[in-house]
Structure formats: C-alpha cells, structure tokens
C-alpha cells in the first residue's frame, strides 16, 4: 500500500541552527500538508501546498518556515533558525484531490531543539 | 480557538465492552468528520469519516455518529479490543481554499484485557 514517507525520524539540532525536514507523498497525490504535535498537545496545521505554491498557511508558520517541492517527488520543511518552542513531531500528510476527505499521514519526524 | 474540542484527555474500558469517543465542534463550516487513531512515535491513521449530510456511519466494529444540532460526534467501538489502545484524534474538514484538517486534542483509549 502506498504511503507517506518522512526522513529523518529524529533530528537533534541546537537552537538557532538551521533544520530541513523531508517527506515524500504518495506518488499521485496533488496535496501536500505539514502538520505539527508538541508533545501532549494537539496536531497543528501548518501549511499547505498545492501546484508549487503555498495555499494557506497558520499563524506558526512565520517567516522562519519554508516549504518547498525541489524535484517533484520531495516535500521539505525549513526551518531557518530554530528555536526550542520549535521542538515537536511534525507530520507530513498528502491527499490526492481538494474533495477527499481523508489526510494520508507519515509517521513523523521528531525535531528536538537543546 | 479551539474549534474541535475532545474533552476526555482519557477512558478505560475492559475488552468486550463499547468505547465511546466523543467530540464536539464550534464551526457549522465543517463538512467532513474524521477519526484517526494514533500510537505514540506513529503519525495518525485514518479510521473512519463521516459526512456532514450524514448521521452515521458504520465499518466492521467501528460507528461514528453525527448530531449536527448539537454539534457533535462520537466513536462508537463494540466489541473493544486491547489492540484498540491508542489516542484517537476527532478532526473536522473546514471546507474552506484548502480543505485542511482541524483536529481535536486526542482521547488516550486503554482497554484492558
């Protein structure tokens, strides 16, 4: 069964380091979405992206935060320069049309900022 | 703002029995429901959904139902089984540019044997 894949499952940076986390959809998906939890809270939206661009995005996802699809196949997430409130699982999710109701999840990439 | 809210952080329930999950929401906006369930170090997975025009919705031992008056809906899981311990997240389509997903605080379900 297809399914979304993200590298690296955990990632130790120091703070004010730069973190690019990757996520491959499922290959005819059109939709691409990251999602955050810290721990113990609630999954977050962050941004989603469609067609090479950014459709809409939270009020986390500032200026520290970057998407983008480089080659077709890779979904990343940047964060320039962390910091420790940054520390969470992040969730790469994809869809295949805007009406499909379900987000196909990865299993996540812990990011801890020390 | 929170526009899913599940307000049972946890429930313990004994193998056999019914779990019920329970969500409400805030958004009449909403147009789709959605239950994951996730184990801890996983992402979420899908489960079970149901449509706003709908009010319930059934698959194998697993039934959701949806009292739009009330803004709410539940899980329902009969028989339970300990495999079925995990946090089950309730989410709400916004129906809004990018259909995104808005989801409640998690339920931690332990089921004991």
């Known amino acids: 069964e297809p399914e979304v894949t993200q590298t690296p499952s955990h990632q130790v940076t120091q703070m004010g380091q730069e973190v690019i986390l990757r996520c491959v959809p499922i290959s005819n998906h059109l939709y691409f979405y990251w999602y955050r939890q810290i721990l113990g809270q609630k999954v977050e939206f962050l941004v989603s992206f469609y067609n090479n661009e950014i459709s809409e995005k939270s009020e986390i996802f500032d200026d520290q935060f970057s998407v983008e699809r480089p080659d077709g196949s890779n979904f990343t997430l940047k964060i320039r320069s962390t910091k420790l409130e940054d520390s969470a699982m992040y969730f790469c999710a994809s869809r295949p049309n805007l009406s499909a109701g379900e987000l196909f999840f990865g299993e996540g990439s812990r990011l801890t900022v020390l | 703002d929170q526009q899913v809210k599940q307000n049972s952080p946890s429930l313990s329930v004994q193998e056999g029995r019914i779990s019920i999950l329970n969500c409400d929401y805030t958004?009449?906006?909403?147009?789709?429901f959605l239950w994951y369930k996730k184990y801890p170090a996983e992402g979420p997975t899908f489960l079970i959904s149901i449509s706003s025009i709908k009010d319930k919705n059934e698959d194998g031992r697993f039934t959701v139902f949806l009292n739009k008056s009330a803004k709410h809906l539940s899980l329902h899981i009969v028989p339970s089984q300990p495999g079925d311990s995990a946090v089950y997240f309730c989410a709400a389509r916004d129906g809004g540019a990018t259909n995104k997903l808005i989801f409640g605080t998690g339920t931690l379900l332990a089921v004991q044997p």
């Open positions: 958004n009449s906006m909403f147009d789709y």
